[in-house]
């Protein structure tokens, strides 16, 4: 960690990887829970002598060695911490106050203090009691990939084979006239060489895998396999509290995204949009992109249940995941990670999803279009997708190419930077005219307030802070906002 960064580590406050500690009568019992929940979740920073509301109280200079020696001590003891890990702590002086800090890496393995596991949520370490809960936690540290899983006793009598006539007419036709080459192989060898039969390296087990199940088991297989999976497709405009129309969808992947494209066609607006002098349906291609992605990307081991949902203002699909950090993704903060790269191979190759990370910016570039506003990618345990929704939204692009010098091409960059543009800044000038109103407002209401989610709302108060348009003042609980008008 850059120490130079310790103001404002400060000002932001506790966070899921950042944790104060007051420290005054030496190490109390709760550091060593939050020790815990780093370990089990993404890591994170520890400092000792520094109070909740991110006040600088110090530690005594003459106990800071003792107390690294007794932290050592109680992380390296099994009876304490099992897996016991190791840890360096340092020492610094800030202000001319002494403060330890820690910094705890993500781990490979489940943790416990005191035979209690505790995981980070938010800024709070969580006692972990549930076995639905620990198992999620056990899956998201395996570096395997769970589609792999070998099922021997899965036969291909229990597959859908009818569905391949098709899928070798949409792949020959996604290869834009190249051929391709599941034309020319029998059922056997594709689903070979798709690598939804394998062999499991450690076992030797040979047989068809959990990719091949989801994608192509029959319906009553694949609630064998996993009983708790469902996508549940809700509308919700006028009865909000139950809902409008319900699909439950409990079929193959194939199947479960083409009712997934139905219900979205059915219940939202088909806009008229020219891109060039190419009409492109923005109702389809989004709809598009959240669907393969929570078709794609889910943990299908968990028992959460993945949803659809289409609401007045907004639609939005969430499914469990095994995220390797808790995050708001943007396309400048993208890391492509493939969830279950066999799926997603596979739909590639039939035209229902493109390159990993290309639904990301698909969907900040035309959601503009369709709203006016940008989408919200949430990684966590539960991963979200939130597109903005606004029937009254027209955007005229033919208008904006007009009115440009540029070519086809240029101008559709140029209408997407604009809309990119106007975006951002209506929801930083919102925000700013939400907090010149009410400057008592914490994050978290801001959130509410604003209808967003909390990681969104502090990455645009990080960076109107660092713009230098708003300042806090006091502690997180007890302060307030200082705008700063621009000249």
């Not at 990719?211 to 396999?225: F, H, T, Y």
């Not at 400057?439 to 960076?463: E, F, G, H």
């Amino acid at each position: 960690m850059d120490y130079k960064t310790l103001p404002s580590i400060l000002k932001i406050g506790e966070t899921i990887a950042v944790e104060f500690k007051r420290c005054g009568n030496g190490i109390e019992s709760d550091v060593y829970e939050t020790v815990c929940s780093f370990l089990n979740r993404f890591g994170g920073d520890l400092f000792l002598g520094i109070s909740d509301d991110g006040t600088v109280s110090g530690v005594p200079v003459k106990s800071a060695p003792d107390m690294v020696k007794n932290f050592i001590s109680c992380i390296s003891n099994p009876v304490l911490f099992s897996p016991t890990v190791y840890l360096s702590p340092k020492i610094l002086a800030y202000k001319g106050k002494t403060i330890i800090h820690v910094y705890i890496p993500p781990s490979a393995e489940v943790h416990s203090y005191k035979k209690v596991i505790y995981d980070r949520v938010n800024d709070a370490d969580v006692k972990i009691t549930s076995t639905s809960q620990i198992a999620q936690m056990y899956i998201r540290k395996q570096d395997i990939f769970t589609e792999r899983k070998i099922y021997p006793y899965v036969k291909m009598e229990d597959l859908r084979l009818d569905l391949l006539p098709k899928l070798r007419i949409m792949a020959a036709n996604n290869s834009n006239g190249q051929g391709h080459p599941w034309t020319g192989m029998s059922d056997e060898e594709l689903l070979k060489s798709s690598r939804l039969f394998g062999t499991d390296r450690v076992t030797g087990t040979q047989g068809y895998n959990l990719a091949a199940v989801m994608l192509l088991g029959k319906d009553d297989v694949i609630l064998d396999v996993v009983p708790a999976y469902v996508t549940d497709a809700l509308l919700r405009q006028v009865n909000v509290d139950r809902y409008d129309d319900r699909e439950i969808i409990q079929t193959n992947l194939i199947e479960s995204y083409e009712q997934l494209m139905d219900f979205g066609r059915k219940h939202l607006s088909d806009k008229f949009f020219l891109e060039g002098d190419q009409r492109k349906n923005l109702r389809n291609i989004i709809t598009r992109e959240i669907i393969a992605n929570t078709l794609i990307h889910r943990e299908y081991t968990s028992s959460y249940q993945a949803k659809f949902v289409i609401e007045k203002n907004r639609m939005y699909v969430e499914n469990a995941n095994r995220a390797s950090k808790d995050t708001v993704i943007t396309p400048d903060t993208l890391e492509p990670n493939p969830k279950n790269p066999i799926i997603a191979s596979f739909f590639r190759n039939i035209g229902y999803a493109d390159q990993l990370g290309s639904g990301v910016r698909n969907l900040f570039k035309y959601s503009q279009f369709y709203s006016g506003k940008e989408p919200e990618f949430i990684e966590g345990d539960i991963f979200r997708i939130i597109v903005p929704l606004d029937n009254h939204y027209s955007f005229e692009v033919e208008g904006v190419q007009n009115e440009t010098r540029y070519t086809t091409q240029s101008a559709t960059q140029y209408t997407t930077q604009s809309a990119t543009q106007y975006t951002t800044q209506s929801i930083e000038e919102e925000m700013i005219s939400l907090i010149q109103r009410e400057p008592a407002l914490s994050q978290r209401q801001i959130a509410d307030r604003m209808n967003m989610n909390l990681n969104t709302v502090k990455y645009y108060i990080r960076k109107l802070q660092e713009q230098g348009r708003l300042e806090r003042v006091g502690t997180n609980r007890k302060g307030h906002w200082i705008v700063k008008i621009k000249k």
